[in-house]
């Protein structure tokens, strides 16, 4: 018989998929709480959801007290789906262990109802860890999955938990502790809406013309504007995401759930946050899921030269000494350096020359932004060259067109579309 530390890595190696039950499974709402603490509450809502006819599949993400209610999936069944057990991590006694622990399992037992057909919508309900197991779980089903997180945190900064997906997050108002006037209110309001969203069904279908996603930023708005005009009169729909870290990351899922045809990658900026520190990064895997997947690509290097930051008071004292442009009142910019741009530059090229399938780099010699052209506060030469010598040195195979335009000259526009246009013919062919 196998050693529990054997079956544990073994689970933790295989797909939660378990053989779905005889004959036609009805729809369901998953409702993913910690019933030690949350049980009277979760069983509120569940019954809530059955007074407006959706059915409710209760699963109980605890780890430490006794369950307040009977749950539909036991919490034995939950860390069997991340691969450990219930008795294990009791033993070790680590909260934030079975925290990961009970989101890896939400998140198998999710997509194992989804991949059989069974899954009408997901509803989170908790503080901290409630909010990070319910999400886990919703930010692995694809867009367009009701999805649905009662929260302590919601009225903070979410973006942790609601990454790239469209997550909506409903402040609870009160701690989620017991029920009373205000807490049976929002609850039975997250059951309306719930319900609404799942009994609304799916978006009606378009055109389905093929996707294009497409990456600006205000100082690169009219590049980003001349270029889908140029690509829907083709006959593509574009997708514009503003290059504000979840736009980004959006963008970088968007490619890896197989939805885009192409990808048109004017505004990279995000690199520049990620690099330096500044408030707008998409993290390190920006610019990386296109060339995975081999999907045809055109990048340049929008908004390169800048780093974000919110009101001036909130920037580092380290950066004293910088170059800055006060965007408004809540936005500072600040110019990268030489330096800042050759990393920026290797670190470009070498992700594209990573593509597995068509890839284009054009360069604007004029200027990367709104404000990096002659006469405007951001105008560098030399950040630019140091940035385009290092992209053409790292950028191996993948072909680097500079052209003397700026990146907002219609110029600039036309030959970032047209070459993406050329790309997506020849693979059609």
């Given at each position: ?85 219930l ?13 990961n ?9 999710a ?37 649905l ?95 504000t ?17 192409g ?32 999907l ?76 990096d ?6 105008d ?50």
């Open positions: 018989m196998p050693s529990r530390g054997r079956r544990e890595r073994s689970a933790a190696n295989q797909p939660y998929n378990p053989a779905p039950p005889p004959g036609p499974a009805p729809m369901s709402v998953y409702l993913f709480a910690t019933l030690d603490t949350k049980g009277h509450e979760a069983e509120f809502v569940r019954a809530a959801l059955r007074a407006l006819d959706v059915s409710v599949v209760l699963v109980d993400t605890s780890c430490v007290g006794a369950p307040q209610v009977k749950a539909d999936v036991a919490r034995e069944q939950v860390f069997e789906a991340a691969g450990t057990t008795e294990a991590l009791q033993k070790r006694g680590d909260r934030g262990e079975a925290v622990a009970a989101a890896r399992g939400a998140t198998a037992l997509l194992a109802a989804h991949g059989r057909g069974t899954l009408d919508g997901v509803f989170g309900l908790g503080g901290g860890a409630g909010t990070t197991i319910g999400t886990a779980a919703m930010r692995a089903l694809p867009i367009g999955v009701p999805k997180m009662v929260s302590t945190l919601a009225s903070g900064d979410v973006r942790a938990f609601v990454g790239s997906k469209d997550i909506l997050m409903m402040n609870s108002v009160v701690d989620i502790a017991g029920l009373n006037r205000i807490s049976r209110s929002v609850l039975t309001r997250a059951a309306q809406a719930m319900t609404g969203m799942v009994r609304g069904g799916a978006a009606q279908a378009g055109d389905d013309k093929p996707l294009i996603a497409a990456s600006m930023f205000g100082v690169t708005t009219p590049c980003v504007e001349r270029a889908r005009a140029v690509l829907e009169a083709a006959g593509y729909e574009v997708l514009v995401f503003h290059a870290g979840s736009g980004g990351q959006t963008l970088e899922s968007l490619a890896r759930e197989r939805l885009l045809a990808v048109l990658d004017i505004t990279t900026t995000e690199l520049a946050d990620e690099l330096v520190g500044g408030v707008l990064s998409a993290g390190p895997d920006r610019l990386t899921a296109a060339a995975e997947l081999g045809p690509q055109v990048v340049s290097v929008g908004a390169l030269d800048m780093v974000n930051f919110w009101a001036r008071a909130t920037v580092p004292a380290k950066f004293a000494a910088r170059k800055f442009h006060e965007h408004n009142a809540n936005v500072t910019l600040m110019r990268t350096t030489v330096d800042e741009n050759r990393a920026l530059g290797r670190e470009l090229g070498v992700k594209i020359a990573r593509s597995r399938g068509p890839a284009k780099i054009l360069l604007p010699s004029r200027g990367v932004s709104a404000l052209r002659a006469g405007q506060p951001f560098d030469p030399a950040a630019r060259r140091a940035l385009y010598d290092e992209i053409k040195r790292s950028a191996d195979a993948v072909p680097v067109l500079e052209l003397d335009l700026h990146i907002n000259d219609a110029a600039f526009a036309d030959a970032a579309a047209n070459a993406l246009l050329e790309m997506l013919r020849t693979r059609a062919k």
